[in-house]
T-cell receptor, first 113, second 118 residues
Framework: KQEVTQIPAALSVPEGENLVLNCSFT??????LQWFRQDPGKGLTSLLL?????REQTSGRLNASLDKSSGRSTLYIAASQPGDSATYLC????????????FGKGTHLIIQP | EAGVVQSPRYKIIEKKQPVAFWCNPI?????LYWYLQNLGQGPELLIR????????DSQLPKDRFSAERLKGVDSTLKIQPAELGDSAVYLC????????????????FGPGTRLTVL
């Protein structure tokens, strides 16, 4: 059974810092991996999706990497802003395409102004 | 483009009462998912539909939960009777499994329904 772990569980940093969120998964046979953002009381917003054949994806100040063989992904946030404060969730698709996602518990991020 | 729509956003009921949640996926998305999210946890899959067929309902507690996706578009998730432990956020998501986006299968989520059972 796939298990996803996110470290750290919580992180508080001053505005402007670059930071890295970590995600690990136990079964390397994945189809893709998604990073989401969740604001309090809201649904999930998809940030980046990495296919199993890819090494990284970039969107603005966000960069996600994938090392499938070691079961790890990182989300890099450059020049953090208070608006980046949210919970960040990592999820893997272990099936053949449109299977359900297995989520980690998330990293609660606070950017101090 | 409109996102995934869910209603109601909030629901408070007494235990043993029935409750239903509705979801309208992104237009053209043939795969629909229902997830359950407890406080401080990541979402967990309850059921997945491909068009109108439930292809994965292994995590759905079938003694009290039921779901349907008539005509392969909107979907309803029902709980009858509700228990205290059902208090959670129920999330609906959709993806396009075939066609031009086939290699991505990116899932898009609705705002969720927050259920409180008293």
């Amino acid at each position: 059974k796939q298990e996803v772990t996110q470290i750290p569980a919580a992180l508080s940093v001053p505005e402007g810092e670059n930071l890295v969120l970590n995600c690990s998964f136990t079964d390397s046979a994945i189809y893709n991996l998604q990073w989401f953002r969740q604001d309090p009381g809201k649904g999930l917003t998809s940030l980046l999706l990495i296919q199993s054949s890819q090494r990284e994806q970039t969107s603005g100040r966000l960069n996600a990497s994938l090392d499938k063989s070691s079961g790890r992904s990182t989300l890099y946030i450059a020049a953090s802003q208070p608006g980046d404060s949210a919970t960040y969730l990592c999820a893997v698709n272990s099936g053949g395409g449109a299977d359900g996602l297995t989520f980690g518990k998330g990293t609660h991020l606070i950017i101090q102004p | 483009e409109a996102g995934v729509v869910q209603s109601p956003r909030y629901k408070i009921i007494e235990k043993k009462q029935p409750v239903a949640f509705w979801c309208n996926p992104i237009s053209g998305h043939n795969t629909l998912y229902w997830y359950l999210q407890n406080l401080g946890q990541g979402p967990e899959l309850l059921i997945r539909y491909e068009n109108e067929e439930a292809v994965d309902d292994s995590q759905l507690p079938k003694d009290r939960f039921s779901a349907e996706r008539l005509k392969g578009v909107d979907s309803t998730l029902k709980i009858q009777p509700a228990e205290l432990g059902d208090s959670a956020v129920y999330l609906c998501a959709s993806s396009l499994e075939a066609g031009g986006d086939r290699v991505r299968n990116e899932q898009f989520f609705g705002p969720g329904t927050r259920l409180t059972v008293l």
